[in-house]
């Protein structure tokens, strides 16, 4: 089957599960191209029977704003004409499902029919969605889609209960490679932490729903009664007034920032927990990524993430917020030689999300669209 996939190619969950996504079909035999504005940072190098096709903005000084959507849609169209696809398959809403659309209907009036599928993933919905000047477009988007998954079933109700939803929605969730081990790790984990001391992990985009300080604030509490060192991944608009935080609060040789990272499997491999604090998340690919590393999570029990970390199982919720809570689950697992269970339990809860579960449920939606 030849698939178009569409995607932002940037570090956020909906590139890296679209990229992995597009990976893993091409390894089944199946002719992938990914279409967007720069090469996806997961991609890497050359891979069989994996095309790239980047989109070019022009810039041409009538326009205030780049057209991307248009050229986006004109890619779609040149590459589905050219390349034979099958169906083509859009990750994120915005503005990717309302270009697939202008795609499919210039396609249709060159006698050329291309189904398309829209995964949400989340603050397509949960955030951007929701500005009312998006609503009419989003709404449309999804109901014309010839099929639409979303990532976990918290999502799928958020989009029934903002939008007005015709269509059916299949909750196909999140997965993740297993194939990576602790052992596999190529950094020394003494250079950030001593053998007495636990390394404390979060990994995000630092933007404002992820409530990054509550991180520092839960760790400036659970350093008290446990040595440890928390490490930053990512980097964002919140950092700056982390680094603050951390200076205010006296905790800079404890923390870490160690801004992008292209694989963060190699530091989790080195961690011993993670936090995960977000005001909302519609699946939490983050800390499913920490459970695969055999990392316990110590989280909140916003939107999808009680679907992916499971109470007192692979780790702990609380609810948004409560940084006292979260502490003291913290300090549980570090606690009278919990860890290593809790690193397993992790691990086995990982499993439930493996790439060979979730891919087959995206080939069944594909093979009944291109009958």
Known sequence: MKIGIVLYPTFGGSGVVATELGKA?????????????????RLGGFTENVFYHEVSVSDYPLFDFQPYETELASKMVDVAKYEKLDLIHVHYA???????????????????IIPYVTTLHGTDITLVGRDPSFEPVITFCINESDAVTAVSE??????????????????????????????????????????NEKIVCHVSNFRKVKRVE????????????????LLFVGDGPERYSCEQLCRKLGLCEHILFLGKIRDISDVLAISDAFLLPSETESFGLAALEAMAMSVPVISSNSGGIPEVNKQGFSGFLSDVGDVQDMSKNLVYIFSENRLDAFKKNALVQAKAFTIAKVLPMYEDIYTKLVR
């Open 25 to 41: 079909l091409a390894k089944k035999g199946h002719e992938i191209h990914f279409i967007t504005y720069s090469q996806p940072v």
């Open 94 to 112: 915005i503005p990717h499902a309302s270009a697939a659309f202008m795609a499919k209907q210039i396609l249709r009036t060159q006698g050329i």
């Open 154 to 195: 918290s999502l799928k109700k958020d989009t029934l209960k903002h939008f007005d939803v015709k269509n059916e929605i299949t909750v196909v969730p999140n997965f993740i490679d297993l194939s990576k081990k602790r052992s596999d790790s190529k950094i020394n984990r003494s250079l950030y932490a001593s053998e």
């Open 214 to 229: 509550d991180v520092i604030l839960v760790f400036a509490e659970t350093i008290k009664t446990v040595p440890s060192k």
